[in-house]
């Protein structure tokens, strides 16, 4: 495996991690979820819209804008729109854990739609990450005895969100041959984002507020999917997936010295889980690479 695809998207994972730390400041200047999901990606789309055009990558097939717009709806609509409603529906834990089931749907969908082998050491990272996912989020309430919220829609919409996220990487797979990564953004975020606007209510907002938005759209979206991808066009969507889901442990450790927020011991040891399956994806990787060195 090319380290540096490993290293592009575990740097995308660091910066969706802080996701929530940008979130936690414009919620708190009275802006709404979904007004933030509309901004992160309208912004982000201005900012794609200015690379592609420096790098005179503006322009696609007629026959793929089908493809590039039902992206947008899956992957910005969809996604931004079953995350937000599981959120409210399960919880934030319940719905990070439902979300993190996305290593889960792109092994499935690598070996059904990439052709990719699914093999034993695959199965078993995919396992370790959603248990460590599971241990980090739901911790604090299964150490303290509380309930955990079952609510069927939001379960549903939880699921939803892990599978139209798991979807980001069977696109970039199918398509990064073709476009260059702000190519695709330039036709899929504003798609995304014009279908989110009817639900919007939007609200004045303050110098800071704006800032912080512009900013979030620069790291969370420009900048994490740019890495992401060029992580992706190196190394297989499966191990990629699981690199990624080192995100809910940068969000769990920055809020831990931002706000004091503490991981529980199950939060321990699921992190523990998710840097052994990242150790165990880069093993195999360098393995398989030396195999194939071999044969060649």
Known sequence: MDIRGFLYVLAAAFMWGVIG?????????????????????????????????????????????????GFGFICVTLFYGSYQLAIRDVGMAMAAVLLYTAPAWVAFLSWLVLKEEMTPTKSICVAMTIIGVSCISLGPSLLSGGTIQLDSFGLIAGLVSGFTYALYYIFGKKYLHKYATPTI????????????????????????????????????????????YAGLKRMEATRASVIATFEPMVAAVLAYI??????????????????AAVFLVVLSGSKSSRAAGEEA
Do not use: C
Request: charged share 15%; aromatic share 18%.
């Open 21 to 69: 730390i940008f979130a936690k400041e414009v919620l708190a200047e009275g802006v709404t979820a979904l007004e933030i999901a509309f901004w992160r990606a309208a912004l982000a789309w201005v900012m794609f819209v200015i690379h592609a055009a420096i790098q005179k990558e503006l322009r696609v097939h007629r026959t793929d804008l089908p493809f590039l717009f």
């Open 258 to 275: 931002l706000f004091g927020e503490k991981f529980s011991l199950l939060g321990y040891v699921g992190s523990s889980l998710i840097i």
């Open 185 to 228: 953004f330039v036709y899929a975020l504003p798609f995304g984002a014009a279908l989110l606007f009817p639900f919007v209510e939007f609200h004045p907002k303050s110098a800071y507020a704006w800032s912080m938005l512009i900013s979030m759209a620069a790291v969370t979206a420009y900048g994490a999917f740019n890495a992401y």
